[in-house]
């Protein structure tokens, strides 16, 4: 049986355990996804790593350590360009992405179907999680294939310290979801 599309992103599978892409990989995606990455995409992807924006699954293999990203960065990306294009400074989009958000209801509900994937401490109400985690959460949306299940998930999954929605701003421009900026 197929796939259904909107479970691949810039052509990857969102499913993080199935994808170890390359820098160079992970920047033809993005430049498909229509992400700017600059004149040097590697570059900017080696820069945004070494200041803690990407943080790639690193495999020793013999004597070479390797850096293997996922479908979940190019969601990272999507976010960092999105949030520039606001104005903010890098440093300033890290301190986002590093900020914790809380499940709503509706987020632990649709969490739930896939438990088995996760430890016991993880999204459990009350206990914050990473945009980096959001960013898996939302891998796992986009595997649905349901588009308006998405954005009203979207809409409503994320909270802030002050029970405030967060995230969707971030995803809705998705050319995936039917809307571009």
Known sequence: MAQPELTRLGGIDMDQDRERLTATELAEAAGEMGIPLGANPLRTIGYYKQIGLLHPKVIQEGSVRRAYYSGHHLIILK????????GLTLSQIREVLESHVYLSDAGRQFIEQFRDEYPDTAFVPGSPISRGE????????????????????????????????????EFAASPQLGRNQ
């Not at 976010?79 to 606001?86: A, F, P, V, W």
């Not at 949306?141 to 929605?165: D, H, N, Q, Y």
């Open 134 to 169: 959001m960013a898996f959460f939302l891998g796992k949306l986009l595997r649905t294939g349901e588009p308006e299940k998405m954005l009203w998930i979207l809409a409503s999954a994320f909270v802030g310290p002050k029970g405030e929605p967060v995230g969707a701003e």
């Open 79 to 86: 976010i960092i360009h999105n949030k520039k294009l606001q």
